[in-house]
């Protein structure tokens, strides 16, 4: 597997004896993990000592042909993919054990994996917006349309309501569009949602995950509805759910400072 970039500390980051706190970013076209935590990274750094790489199939990682000897087929695959990338990570930096925050399909199923695979490596975990426990897409997002358009419109949905979120969906939207149309980006995120082959790994059992895990979910998700959150909490021996009131897929777009309370909250318990 390729060496897996992470984003350089932003200004008033914790010490270097702060928790360390993996952020897992989410899995919509052209994501990356700078532009998914960009509302909420700097405060979660006063706290945290943050790392937050690409993920496999995203951004510097789009290239997959390294994991695992070729590219993984269906979400569970590339769950567990990435959690072995996760994993790869943390003994490169001497990590024995983190807190993890997942975003929805790919980050979320990444820290289910993980935990699964690996409990004794985390500590505390927050999910977000199902971590992609429901029912997949009826159709592959953007790239049955890849224009600037149609990325700006799948932004838009992430939100509950994009009105004061304009600016920063303006900006987002082509660096987004950029990263979805790099050679490779369609073929991994098609092979995301490819229909697992025989013999491929089961979903992970929520009730053999007894990491503390608070799961989060916007009131007014468009993405995903807040019953896939509360299906996975009540599974989770040790979990928790939090619906934020007002707030869409994107929770720590439409609402920071509470998100940054409740995430703070909840891994310094």
Not at 92 to 116: E, I, P
Request: proline share 11%; charged share 20%.
């Amino acid at each position: 597997m390729t060496a897996t970039k992470t984003n350089g500390p932003p200004p008033g980051r914790a010490d270097e004896q702060a928790p360390v706190l993996v952020l897992l970013h989410g899995g919509g076209p052209g994501v990356d993990a700078l532009g998914n935590w960009a509302t909420v990274r700097p405060a979660l750094s006063a706290s945290f000592r943050c790392l937050a790489p690409d993920l496999l199939g995203f951004g510097t990682q789009v290239t997959t042909g390294e994991a695992d000897g070729g590219t993984p087929l269906g979400p569970r695959a590339w769950a567990r993919a990435r959690a072995r990338q996760i994993l790869s990570l943390l003994d490169r930096q001497g990590l024995r054990r983190v807190h993890l925050l997942g975003n929805s399909a790919a980050g979320g199923a990444a820290a289910l994996a993980l935990m699964a695979e690996a409990p004794e490596r985390v500590d505390r975990t927050v999910l977000m917006g199902g971590a992609g426990t429901g029912p997949p897409p009826a159709r592959v997002p953007f790239y049955e349309e890849p224009t600037a358009e149609s990325m700006r419109a799948t932004l838009a949905r992430l939100v509950a309501d994009e009105t004061p979120h304009r600016d920063l969906l303006d900006e987002l939207a082509p660096r987004r569009l950029e990263q979805a149309l790099r050679p490779g980006a369609e073929a991994a995120f098609r092979a995301m949602f490819a229909e697992p082959p025989p013999g491929g790994p089961p979903p992970v059992d929520p009730a053999g995950v007894r990491t503390p895990v608070l799961a989060l979910h916007g009131e007014r998700d468009r993405v995903s509805p807040v019953e896939v959150s509360e299906r996975l909490a009540e599974a989770l021996p040790n979990g928790r759910l939090r619906v934020v009131a007002g707030a869409g897929h994107w929770i720590h777009v439409d609402r920071p400072d509470e998100f940054c309370e409740l995430v703070g909250e909840f891994l310094s318990a």
